[in-house]
């Protein structure tokens, strides 16, 4: 019965948007619920989507669960995968639009969403400032700093978050002074604008379950770090017929967003979706009590790595072949392996949303970059 009122609602989308003058299909779900919208908001396009979705029948049988699945977020961008490059897409659209030359955004040193800023703003023929604060230092970290330097991006190691707010404010009045006002990309690109990326992907799984290609998920498992990916997926979810919830794995202990904080994201992109002539049918409400969030996986702090993460990411490596890394994607698996053997959660299909990329930015450089290369302040993390 779900299966077919999620049929009837997709057909209902097309039924509509089969009156006016014919044109190509929309390439991303959010127009085809909304004509135009992303066009609207300024979307740059950087993904290939609809991400697939498959089973993970053997991590299924090594772990003795139930039913689990992953959405391959992993590969959502040729350039650089991951859920990054869904809210680049119109956080960079934007800057074009104001007709910014230069991104500056905030991250821990080996932060995955400064890596992908700098790559995509590439794409876009735009400069990137990455001002950086502390993480536990490992082997991943620093070639993600090596690799920040090889793709270009200008770099600023602080002590702190006060640290990194004091060198934004400079590094803004510079770009002022200099006529290249910086456009401030909020730390995983967490925002009004960021967030409807992920009111688009959970248009597009609500598609995928219509489709057939999987069922619907009773939950989904997804790395909570800045929150925009949670508050869009849960926003996106209250547009579709999908009874689905959404389990956020807390990652970081810098500014950690709790359901109050998220509740308010979700509205934020639902309103500004609104304001850019969305019809939503009506009210839509979103309120803390929609956010279930998951502390007990964090270990000593962000970046830190832990055991049940390794022993994660080792499982599903070892039976499916794909890789994650233990800062996000890992202490998400790890939470959901084991809530999976709980009472629970029993009997319930899971769906793991791989947030971590499968592109290897590497491939794009003749090699990667000796420390030297980088400014003074990085290069002591290697000594």
């Known amino acids: 019965m779900r299966e077919r009122a999620l049929a009837i609602w997709i057909a209902g989308i097309f039924n509509v948007a089969a009156v006016e003058p014919a044109t190509a299909e929309p390439q991303i779900a959010l ?10 908001l300024g979307r740059f396009p950087l993904c290939d989507l609809p991400t697939r979705v498959a089973p993970l029948e053997q991590l299924r049988k090594a772990a003795g669960l139930g039913e689990i699945w992953i959405k391959r977020d992993d590969e959502s961008c040729r350039l650089y995968g991951g859920n990054k490059p869904r809210k680049l897409e119109l956080l960079i659209g934007r800057a074009r639009r104001r007709g910014r030359r230069t991104l500056m ?20 023929g735009l400069r990137t400032i990455l001002v950086l604060v502390p993480q536990p230092l490992t082997e991943h970290v620093r070639e993600a700093m ?7 991006a200008e770099m600023h190691a602080v002590g702190s978050v006060a640290g990194a707010v004091r060198r934004g404010l400079w590094l803004y009045a510079r770009g002022f002074l200099q006529r290249d006002w910086p456009e401030l990309v909020p730390t995983g690109g967490t925002s009004a604008l960021g967030t409807i990326g992920y009111v688009n ?26 929150g ?49 002539g969305a019809d939503l049918d009506g009210p839509v409400a979103v309120d803390s009590g929609d956010f279930f969030v998951i502390r007990s996986h964090l270990g000593s ?32 698996l790890a939470a959901l392996l084991a809530a999976a053997g709980s009472p629970e959660y029993r009997g319930k299909r899971i769906l793991f949303w791989n947030t971590y990329s499968s592109v290897d930015p590497k491939q794009a450089l003749p090699r990667l970059p000796d420390h030297g290369v980088l400014p003074r302040e990085f290069r002591r993390f290697f000594e």
């Open 31 to 40: 127009d085809r619920r909304f004509p135009d919208l992303s066009s609207r």
């Open 105 to 124: 955004t905030f991250g821990g040193l080996g932060t995955h969403h400064g890596l992908a800023t700098t790559i995509c703003a590439q794409e876009a």
């Open 146 to 152: 090596l690799l920040d330097a090889a793709f270009g």
């Open 201 to 226: 992907a959970a248009l597009e799984l609500a598609e995928q379950v219509a489709a057939g290609e999987l069922p619907e998920p009773d939950w989904i498992f997804v790395p909570l770090g800045s």
């Open 228 to 276: 925009g990916t949670v508050a869009g997926l849960v926003a996106g979810l209250k547009l579709t017929p999908l009874r689905t919830r959404v389990a956020g794995v807390l990652v970081t202990d810098i500014l950690p967003p709790g359901p109050v904080r998220l509740a308010s994201t979700a509205r934020s992109a639902l309103r500004l979706m609104r304001a850019r």
């Open 301 to 332: 702090g962000y970046g830190a790595p832990t055991e049940e993460a390794e022993a994660a990411r080792r499982l599903l490596f070892d039976s499916e072949g794909i890789e994650l890394e233990t800062t996000y994607s890992a202490k998400c």
